[in-house]
């Protein structure tokens, strides 16, 4: 259906058929949070919902792009970062890190549509940046082989957009497989793919959208990034990724700041979830692995702070509803929630939340299942 209405949205703009579509998802990280950018462990699964970006030749050296969301098309040429601004940068900067990456890239006309929910934590920038460089790639033939097809959508969100993220949301985009999660080293970049049939075991992921204003987002995820930088080189590692959990005491007692020692807590006690989670799936033991969520979203809220009431309010509801266990997944301040359910307690948990957040004032939740999808592929 998504890749109707891009394909509609190509026709429309560009009065021609698309040569091709190419479809990346949005994504749910299963654990592991803030972890990318400390060389750490992180699991994602691919979202079922997707950008599908409908694609089409152009005279070399011109790009046109538009998306379902957003009026007009934004034209542009060869480009340095600050060339392309507002959301056609994701586009514009994908072209530029291939460029920079040594890669002829072909002239295109494209055109996006996408269902994954923009700005909640779910990875709709992404998904736009993967459909449209693995749409580039197969188009111009390029030699740019999967493993390595993160980092340059990373470039294009750090550098061209200016966005500091990690290499989570791209890797996953990319590499997840359907009924599997995906156990990245952030460091090496291997990967594994762990078995993730939740339906198979009556299990079902719910996502609750909190949908709470996300605020400050740019700048307190920078903070969190300095102050992690920060608990390295006190310790003197070059990430903190390289201080194990039986460590982590001798750790941090030789870090004076508070909150810097809160910050190193929560990569170090995450880091070894993320471990512990994949023994769990690799045994097949899925519904073992909620009491490890849950902790994480503890250590989301008390060390690294960047919880919100909205997000902790699903969490807190959807544990007492029964879920075997529940956490933020995403950035932060604001966006997701998942919670690990017997798939048949979909609807009671869903109704908890949103009486709950009707008793708070807040503003109503979405709230729907996910099964782990395909990563980016041409249709
Ligand atoms: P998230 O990745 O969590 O959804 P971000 O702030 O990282 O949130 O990315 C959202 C931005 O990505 C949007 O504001 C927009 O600029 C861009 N974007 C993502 N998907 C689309 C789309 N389908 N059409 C236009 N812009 C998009
Ligand atoms: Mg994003």
Redesign the pocket.
Known sequence: MIADAAAEAFRKEYGAEPAGLWAAP?RVNLIGEHTDYNEGFVLPFALPQR?VAAVGPAPAGEWTVC????DGAVSFGRTEPGGVT??AA?VAGVVWALHDAGHEVPGARIA???E?????????????ESSVLTALVDLGGLDLPVERRPAVAQRAENVYVG?P?GIL?QSASIRCQEGRALFLDCRSYEVEQVPFDLAAEGLAILVINSNAPHQHVDGEYGARRKSCEEGARLLGVPALRDISGDGLDDALARIDDEVVRRRVRHIVTEDDRVLETVELLRAGRTRDIGPLLTASHVSMRDDFEITVEQVDLAVDTALAEGAYGARMT?GGFG?CVLALIDADRAEAVTAAVEQAYAQAGFTAPTAWTVTAGPGATRL
């Open positions: 949005g950008t998306s379902t969301f957003e507002g959301w994701y996006i549509a996408s994954v929910p923009l700005g909640s934590g779910l990875s709709s920038s992404a998904a736009l966005a993220t949301d995403g966006g």
